[in-house]
């Protein structure tokens, strides 16, 4: 019985889903970034990003990436996968992130962003753990 009910629960669909993100954290690959971005999925897929980041050659931040429109999310339960045609310090690239919700304060959750220019090449790719801020995924 408690296997059937845990099945129900996975193939549940919501009729709403939501991501927020606001923060501050260490790069894995060394220097400090920022980011914000909002989707609402309801009907359809709804929301922006900005990162910003400090490339540890310049002042910060010297790498800026903005997703005007983000195209296409996909969620499960305490994470959600998204992306959208944007800029990479001005060039156009489509940017395909990664947000982790681990609950309650700012260590447990995690964002990546992955930068492709034109062509499917990878022009950049950053990671970290948020050190200030939130990530917040949720259903309804």
């Known amino acids: 019985m408690v296997a059937l009910a845990a099945l129900a629960v996975a193939a549940h669909a919501w009729d709403r889903n939501t991501a927020v993100g606001r923060g501050g954290f260490t790069l894995d690959q060394g220097g400090a970034a920022s980011v914000q971005f909002s989707i609402d999925q309801q009907t359809r897929t709804a929301g922006s990003l900005l990162f910003a980041a400090d490339g540890g050659e310049h002042r910060y931040p010297d790498i800026i990436i903005r997703v005007p429109n983000i195209e ?57 753990a948020l050190s200030i801020g939130d990530i917040t995924i949720g259903h309804q």
């Open 72 to 128: 296409v999310a996909f969620f499960s339960r305490n994470f959600v996968t998204f992306g959208g045609s944007g800029d990479f310090q001005g060039l156009p690239v489509y940017v395909k992130a990664f947000a982790y919700d681990g609950g309650l304060g700012p260590k447990m959750d995690r964002f990546d962003i992955f930068c492709f220019d034109s062509s499917g090449q990878l022009v950049y790719h950053s990671n970290g």
